[in-house]
């Protein structure tokens, strides 16, 4: 699997949400680029497409879209925590960014 190296950094959501904005933009993006680092060595078109789908922000838009997609993920993880799903001490920020990856960027080139 190439998503396997984030057990030694990985950062709850609660931790997370106690950091400064700048804090969290700095955790988000070292994330995503440890991600792009690790996947560019068995997959440098994917790691390409994951880099663009998060750094890139298309000509009308506020945000890449990939930042969207992280965002309006941890809202849905932020609102189950509230209704008592899930322990946000338990959800990983790494986790969040993987599953938009996996959702967004892998899944859809798998598909045709």
Same mark, same amino acid.
């Given at each position: 699997?190439?998503?396997? %190296?984030?057990?030694?950094?990985?950062?709850?959501?609660?931790?997370?949400? !106690?950091? %400064? /904005?700048?804090?969290?933009?700095?955790?988000? +993006? !070292?994330?995503?680029?440890?991600?792009?680092?690790?996947?560019?060595?068995?997959?440098?078109?994917?790691?390409?497409?994951?880099?663009?789908?998060?750094? @890139? %922000?298309? *000509? #009308?838009? %506020?945000? *890449? &879209?990939?930042? !969207? *997609?992280?965002?309006?993920?941890? *809202? +849905?993880?932020?609102?189950?925590?509230? /209704?008592?799903?899930?322990?946000?001490?338990?959800?990983?920020?790494?986790?969040?960014?993987? #599953? @938009?990856? /996996?959702?967004? @960027?892998?899944? &859809?080139?798998?598909? #045709?």
């Amino acid at each position: 699997m190439i998503f396997t %190296t984030f057990q030694a950094s990985a950062m709850s959501v609660r931790q997370y949400e !106690n950091q %400064t /904005k700048q804090q969290r933009a700095e955790v988000v +993006a !070292n994330a995503i680029d440890k991600i792009i680092a690790d996947v560019s060595k068995a997959r440098p078109d994917l790691a390409k497409a994951i880099h663009d789908y998060f750094y @890139v %922000t298309p *000509a #009308g838009h %506020t945000a *890449a &879209p990939g930042v !969207n *997609a992280f965002e309006g993920d941890l *809202a +849905a993880v932020e609102d189950s925590a509230e /209704k008592g799903k899930l322990d946000l001490d338990k959800v990983q920020i790494e986790g969040i960014l993987l #599953g @938009v990856i /996996k959702r967004d @960027v892998i899944s &859809p080139g798998k598909k #045709g």
